[in-house]
């Protein structure tokens, strides 16, 4: 009987732990952490893809090639890209475990868990750090989002241009690289829809995977503007809880310090009395 009540017990402590360590949990910051780093996958993994997949096109069926010497062609600057993708990927994970951390020591489960805290000035000033830095990486996401429009745009183009020649028939549509911005105006490489080549690209599986790559990474880069803003959000309630707890801890060290006064006004007063008496 002793060891059954022991046992109920045992796991009725292990439920409330298990309770207070879910408590413990910022589920708004997890929430927007996973969001961001689908997000910022989505983009670096499809936008890395689709531009090995731009210079499989740029290569096969325009006949690009690569210049010789330190020139900066399209083909470097898709280089320059994907580097940048390499350091976007492990520059976001690095910061979504520190907003982790952050939502962690500012979550109110915290006190309960550990016991009431000191609010220091650093922690507020790191609360406010991370606030005007996530706006700024919001403001650069944003930019992103509209920077990868660009090659979704221009890929609809060609797939539009694909899609008419099969719809109307004797047309002789051409697309020209010029036009994009991706070879000087003294370079002509340009296909025809009664080309050889334009027939291979519409036909090939390469194109349409490549658009739908942009694709994806656009709508990655859009869920990491969504994530910044959870976060300008989740950030700007933890200030606020900081903040009312700062104000709280004030309260209670003055209250603290005009009760240790009056009970020494009171043990003054009863020594004089008792001194008195005597």
């Not at 910051?29 to 090995?52: D, K, P, R």
């Not at 650069?140 to 990868?148: D, I, N, P, Q, S």
Request: with cysteine.
């Amino acid at each position: 009987m002793e060891e059954n009540m022991e046992e109920g017990q045992t796991q009725k402590g292990c439920f409330e732990c298990c309770i207070k360590c879910l408590g413990g949990i910022p589920y708004a910051s997890l929430i927007a952490t996973i969001l961001l780093y689908a997000g910022v996958a989505l983009f670096c993994g499809c936008g890395h893809e689709a531009l090995s997949g731009t210079v499989n096109i740029l290569q096969t069926y325009f006949e690009l090639a690569r210049t010789a010497g330190d020139t900066l062609d399209v083909f470097t600057m898709i280089d320059i890209f994907k580097y940048v993708i390499y350091g976007i990927a492990a520059a976001f994970f690095v910061y979504g475990i520190l907003l982790m951390v952050e939502g962690f020591f500012t979550t109110g489960a915290i006190k309960d868990l550990y016991g009431d805290f000191k609010i220091t000035t650093c922690g507020r000033c790191v609360s406010a750090w991370f606030i005007m830095l996530t706006y700024l990486f919001m403001l650069a996401w944003l930019g992103v989002t509209a920077f990868t429009s660009l090659p979704v745009y221009m890929y609809f183009n060609v797939w539009t241009i694909c899609r008419n020649t099969t719809l109307v028939e004797g047309a002789n549509l051409c697309l020209d690289l010029r036009q994009f911005g991706i070879v000087t105006i003294g370079e002509e490489k340009k296909i025809c829809t009664a080309s050889e080549n334009f027939m291979r690209m519409c036909e090939s599986t390469e194109l349409n995977m490549t658009f739908h790559l942009f694709i994806v990474a656009l709508a990655g880069a859009g869920a990491a503007v969504i994530a910044m803003v959870h976060y300008l959000m989740v950030l700007s309630a933890n200030w606020a809880y900081v903040k009312d707890a700062c104000r709280m801890q004030k309260y209670e060290d003055i209250k603290s310090k005009e009760e240790q006064e009056l009970h020494d006004i009171h043990s003054t007063r009863s020594k004089e009395r008792l001194n008195a008496y005597t």
